[in-house]
């Protein structure tokens, strides 16, 4: 079966349980009698749908939109007998499955970022004089201090190490939302990012002052550039549908992306003010080079270990009810029987 005709045929029964999860809440009697039965015969179609789509079209969003209403509704057709647990769940499984879907968009916005920042760096590292006209103001003293103090004191260093903070959280916002107007907007705003990082990192080290830069950024920085490329990427995910939907309608393809994407976002924010954390407590301690590096590389690569380790789709099962496992997991009882 083409995808089209896999989309064409089983949609209207994937709204249909959509609109029944809503209609129920948390509370399945709502629906009445015939209406849970309905419940339970769309829960385990869209189940078995699952499984087809991972095996059929494991690339396509569909499989991200059948995953996020798989669980909704299971939560609904199943009661546990201990807490939900959602917010574990997400984060222990479901935040990195769909970062790491997000794959070829987090490469692109990963060049952008970094291979601007590389070029510009080398350019600012030979010419710092011109380089310094793209350094924020806000940047200058610290990349290059004033003639006569070639390093910062201590309330300079937390300034320009809170000030480089704040610009990537809002990086990391704007990143999201230019990346949903087409891609291309996301990919000049990250590699205009980019360039920044690397004039201040270059115009630092003309200036004989990379060493000092690093250890007030290195342990919080690299979590912080990590979010930027995965909120770029989520932005871009979206904007490509846009310009090519595929054999979906627009509207269809628009919907399938937004929703997991969105997710990434908000599951992304804390990550942030773990960063900002690190920023107030790590960064103006006075801890050696090599502590610094190995809380920044330990935060970062524990990150994309994560999202390489937990971000594994489980291998498709037989049954639907082994698929939908993975999707809303725990040990259940039914709770619309009866």
Do not use: K
């Amino acid at each position: 079966m083409t995808l089209s005709r896999f989309l064409a045929d089983r949609t209207p029964s994937w709204d249909a349980l959509e609109a029944l999860v809503r209609r129920a809440g948390s509370r399945p009697e709502r629906l009445g009698a015939d209406g849970v039965l309905q419940l339970g015969t769309a829960y385990r179609a869209a189940a078995a749908d699952l499984a087809h789509a991972r095996r059929a079209y494991p690339d396509d969003p569909v499989v991200q939109r059948l995953e996020l209403l798989v669980r909704r509704a299971r939560s609904v057709v199943y009661a546990r007998s201990g807490p939900r647990g959602s917010a574990r769940e997400f984060f222990s499984r479901d935040y990195w499955r769909l970062v790491r879907a997000l794959g070829r968009w987090i490469g692109l916005a990963a060049l952008a970022l970094l291979g601007t920042a590389l070029v510009v760096g080398v350019w600012a590292a030979i010419d710092p004089s011109v380089a310094s006209s793209l350094v924020p103001g806000d940047f200058i003293d610290g990349a290059a201090p004033p003639v006569g103090d070639r390093g910062l004191g201590s309330s300079e260093s937390a300034a320009f190490s809170s000030q480089l903070f704040t610009n990537n959280i809002r990086v990391t916002f704007m990143a999201f939302v230019a990346g949903l107007l087409c891609v291309v907007p996301g990919v000049l705003i990250v590699a205009y990012n980019g360039a920044i990082l690397g004039a201040v990192m270059g115009v630092a080290a003309a200036n004989d002052n990379l060493g000092n830069v690093l250890h007030l950024i290195v342990a919080h920085g690299v979590l912080e550039l990590s979010c930027i490329v995965v909120a770029a990427a989520a932005g871009m995910a979206v904007g490509w549908v846009i310009v090519d939907p595929g054999e979906r309608t627009r509207r269809v393809a628009v919907r399938d992306v937004a929703r997991p994407t969105i997710l990434v976002v908000l599951g992304t924010a804390p990550f942030l003010v773990l960063c900002g954390i690190v920023e107030g407590f790590v960064s103006p301690a006075g801890w050696s080079a090599l502590a610094v590096t190995a809380v920044g590389l330990g935060i970062g690569g524990g990150y994309w270990t994560l999202v390489a380790v937990r971000g594994r789709r489980p291998v498709v099962a037989a049954s639907a009810d082994s698929v939908a496992e993975p999707v809303g997991a725990g040990r259940a009882r039914p709770a619309a029987a009866g």
